[in-house]
């Protein structure tokens, strides 16, 4: 059975970077049926996709956040990473890790999500 | 980039109803990349249809999805107690992103 689970620091300070890590288990991130990425949901609020990696290296950004995202991954522990830079309020939210079909676009699979709140 | 518009906000229904979500596209949406998913409160998001009317394995026949180019439905013919929950409709498009639509909240009337 697959999972994914976040990881990382429930709290930042403004202007400090977010790091995220979703491990995968059950599953491999070199699959290439699949991208893995990160989506996040601001409390109260809709989701928001943020970026994928696809098993090639290939990385795929939200044009709004591109400038300040950076997603990695870790084939040898079969984890993904999300790095967020001059982060503000804003930028609280749950962050799910997220598996992605490569042909239909559609997530199949959710980690169960970590709340990251940003405050001084 | 393709905006997609959900309404109403909020629906009040009983169980027993039939219900029909609207996800508007701001342009043409590949009818292959239009998904459909179910939020409950504290939960991930979980996929119900893909390919705009392809229900996901194990989602009950009650949930139908259909719709192309800019107009997408969602139709839960009969509301179940557990239906009552967020919905978000889901595109894929150029360039590669995916992008959601504000989502309705069906609560018990």
């Known amino acids: 059975q697959l999972r994914l689970q976040e990881s990382g620091p429930g709290l930042v300070k403004p202007s400090e970077t977010l790091s995220l890590t979703c491990t995968v288990s059950?599953?491999?991130?070199?699959?290439?049926?699949?991208?893995w990425g990160w989506i996040r949901q601001p409390p109260g609020k809709g989701l928001e996709w943020i970026a994928n990696?696809?098993?090639?290296?290939?990385?795929y950004y939200n044009p709004s956040l591109k400038s300040r995202v950076t997603i990695s991954g870790d084939t040898s522990n079969n984890q993904i990473s999300l790095k967020l830079t001059s982060v503000t309020a804003a930028d609280t939210a749950v962050y799910y890790c997220?598996?992605?079909?490569?042909?239909?676009?559609?997530?199949?699979?959710w980690g169960q999500g970590a709340l990251v709140t940003v405050s001084p | 980039e393709i905006v997609l518009t959900q309404s109403p906000g909020t629906l009040s229904l009983s169980p027993g109803e039939r219900v029909t979500l609207s996800c508007r596209a701001s342009?043409?949406?590949?009818?292959?990349?239009l998904g459909w998913y179910q939020q409950k409160p504290g939960q991930a998001p979980s996929l119900l249809i893909y390919?705009?009317?392809n229900r996901v394995t194990g989602i009950p026949d009650r949930f139908s999805g259909s719709g192309s180019g800019t107009d997408f439905t969602l139709t839960i013919s009969r509301l179940e107690p557990e239906d009552f929950a967020v919905y978000y409709c889901?595109?894929?498009?150029?360039?590669?992103?995916?992008?959601f639509g504000g989502g309705t909240k069906v609560e018990i009337k």
């Open positions: 390919g705009a009317s």
């Open positions: 990696i696809y098993y090639s290296g290939s990385t």
């Open positions: 889901q595109q894929y498009g150029s360039p590669p992103l995916l992008t």
């Open positions: 997220a598996r992605t079909s490569s042909s239909w676009y559609f997530v199949d699979y």
């Open positions: 342009q043409t949406v590949s009818t292959s990349y």
């Open positions: 059950g599953g491999s991130i070199m699959s290439p049926s699949y991208y």
